[in-house]
């Protein structure tokens, strides 16, 4: 479709992929040792837009985690376009995340405009 893609850190770096399983305290040692938050928010600032890829997860259709709801936060705040390809999930911050006001795709990436 001719869009340009970020690929998460998690993906990219090998040393993190493989952590898969680690506790949370070497997850969040990892966030602190590459700055993945703040570089998170760096490079949004360049982004027309964000497609979240919510699929089910932990049992969850539509999960989204802790830190996609950070980078959702970023998007609305910056007032990026904000997409997410499945419905919202019935999850504890689904006002915030109705609040953000994404658009739905319902699996349907053809409707990014």
Not at 28 to 34: F, R, V
Not at 65 to 94: D, Q, R, S, W
Request: aromatic fraction near 8%.
């Amino acid at each position: 479709m001719g869009h340009e893609v970020e690929i998460p850190e998690g993906v990219k770096r090998i040393e993190l992929r493989e952590r898969v399983g680690v506790s949370d305290t070497e997850h969040a040692a990892d966030k602190i040792k590459y700055d993945l938050i703040r570089g998170y928010y760096e490079k949004m600032k360049l982004y027309d837009a964000v497609l979240v890829v919510n699929i089910e997860k932990k049992g969850i259709p539509g999960y989204i985690g802790g830190n996609t709801f950070i980078e959702m936060a970023f998007a609305h705040v910056l007032n990026k376009k904000l997409y997410c390809l499945n419905p919202l999930p019935e999850i504890a911050y689904i006002s915030e995340l109705m609040a953000m006001q994404p658009v739905i795709l319902d699996g349907d990436i053809d409707k990014i405009s």
